[in-house]
């Protein structure tokens, strides 16, 4: 017997049919709600995608807000700088011992490439600080900074070729295509600024790899990096012609309102979101980034603390890159990214390792130095995390005239502000500097270190991607934040 039908609103449905068929939507509705509840639980990032740079809420209390990543491209020797090694002074000019050649790993190729012979630079080492830290005479700025610096002596690198280990470091990831730190990080919490871009860089020549080093790879459009320019106007072709100053709201309300009835009957294409809020960030760009990168509303002292009027033109420029970052990182910019090199080779000694590390040094040491100290003058190095670093080490051996080959195998890198634990050194590279020996520590771990520091977990920072749950660090549980980096 047929079920009697009672008219629903002059439905053709039975009751019990209306019931069949919209069960499954009672379902979704439940399932909705369980998953935004697991959302909000797991800290899963919930981004307006025509607001992304909306301020987000971190998992935890944070000891950082905001981010300025010195990236010293080239591989400088940081045994050269900071990490005093007396055995490979006391061993110069005489070949590598057999014990530093016959651990069965990965760090034998880089004999083949090197001679038999090692070399210490004539540099002049001293401790400075009450902590003690041993800084060759390179760097006498950045060295009465000891006690505000957390050095980690045992980083390595997966990759000894520039491009690969500088996507590494910027990505998690050797291939391009990843989205990097700098978008993960405004992926994760937005800004405090919405009227310039969350992640900006600033550099004369970038990283081997190029926009990949920047890329927001899988994540939406607004989350990638964007260069400003260090002289003159920051961004290229911000003001409109005179001519059409008065229209131009007119006009990108207009766009808008097409950009907007386009991506709705495209729903699931978050670039087209990101593009319209790119416009609408454009716009309110114009005058914000122009004063911003007003660098003569400095004082005097300001800008010759920085040696923004030096004769050395490589400091010079550095020096206004490094201004530059402290006045964006006051506006609310939460990640800021400079690259030393003013050319192709930065730190890239392999031959005549010497001279290298001296033109890179006199460029960066007071600039650098000059950053710490106005940051913290103005209260915000507390709550700025300071990176100073490069994709790899160079080896203790000699290549060349008098250079050194790439080294992945162990590098130093240094932090400050931020939280982290200062005048402490963390880990070890052995006595000739060759090998991270003592808490190694792999680029994951200074990923994870540096968003904990942030107040996000890297477990559940990530993006759906292709099905699977994508991260900066990799796998879920993969990776450690560095022991003794924040306090």
Not at 14 to 25: F, I, N
Not at 65 to 81: A, R
Not at 450 to 468: F, M, Q
């Amino acid at each position: 017997m047929s079920p009697t039908r009672i008219p629903l609103m002059n439905s053709p449905f039975s009751r019990r049919e209306l019931l069949a068929h919209t069960g499954g939507g009672f379902a979704g509705v439940a399932l909705a709600s369980l998953l935004a509840d697991e959302a909000r639980a797991s800290g899963r990032t919930q981004v307006d995608l025509l607001q992304p740079l909306a301020e987000r809420m971190p998992h935890f209390a944070p000891s950082a807000k905001q981010v300025i990543f010195l990236f010293m491209y080239g591989g400088p020797s940081t045994f050269d700088l900071f990490d005093y090694k007396p055995s490979l002074i006391e061993l110069h000019g005489q070949p590598v011992p057999a014990s530093f050649k016959e651990r069965p790993d990965k760090v034998g190729g880089v004999f083949n490439h090197c001679k038999d012979e090692l070399m210490a630079g004539p540099w002049k080492w001293s401790r400075h600080g009450e902590t003690g830290l041993w800084f060759s005479d390179l760097l006498p700025h950045t060295a009465k900074h000891a006690d505000e610096l957390c050095v980690v002596h045992s980083m390595f690198s997966e990759s000894s070729n520039h491009g690969p280990a500088t996507l590494l470091m910027n990505t998690g990831a050797t291939l391009g295509g990843r989205p990097s730190l700098g978008s993960w990080i405004t992926y994760g919490l937005g800004s405090a600024s919405q009227n310039l871009p969350g992640y900006i860089l600033l550099y004369q020549v970038g990283g081997l790899g190029g926009s990949a080093n920047w890329s927001n790879g899988f994540l939406p459009a607004a989350f990638q990096g964007t260069r400003f320019r260090q002289e003159g106007t920051p961004v290229l072709n911000l003001q409109p012609p005179p001519e059409f100053a008065d229209v131009q709201r007119s006009t990108l309300d207009l766009a808008q309102k097409l950009n907007r009835k386009h991506a709705d009957k495209r729903p699931g294409v978050p670039d087209l979101d990101g593009r319209i809020a790119s416009y609408e960030l454009a716009y309110r760009m114009q005058s914000a980034a122009l004063d911003v990168g007003e660098l003569s509303l400095e004082t005097a002292a300001t800008q010759e603390s920085y040696g923004l009027n030096d004769e050395n033109k490589d400091k010079a420029l550095f020096g206004r890159m490094c201004l530059f970052s402290r006045r964006l990182i006051e506006k609310g910019v939460r990640c800021v990214q400079i690259y030393n090199a003013v050319d192709k080779l930065g730190w890239d000694g392999h031959d005549n390792n010497t001279d290298y590390n001296r033109r890179n040094a006199a460029q960066t040491d007071q600039p650098v130095a000059a950053l710490l100290t106005d940051l913290k003058q103005r209260g915000l190095l507390d709550t700025t995390l300071v990176i100073w670093g490069g994709e790899f080490g160079r080896t203790p051996m000699m290549q060349g005239n008098e250079g050194r080959n790439h080294n992945p195998y162990g590098f130093g890198m240094w932090m400050a502000g931020g939280g982290v634990t200062a005048g402490a050194t963390i880990g070890a590279t052995d006595d000739i500097g060759l090998r991270a020996v003592e808490e190694p520590q792999p680029v994951k771990n200074l990923h994870a270190t540096i968003l904990t520091a942030l107040g996000l977990n890297p477990d559940d920072l990530y993006y759906e991607h292709h099905g699977r749950q994508e991260r900066l660090t990799g796998v879920a549980a993969s990776w450690k934040t560095i022991p003794g980096v924040l306090e």
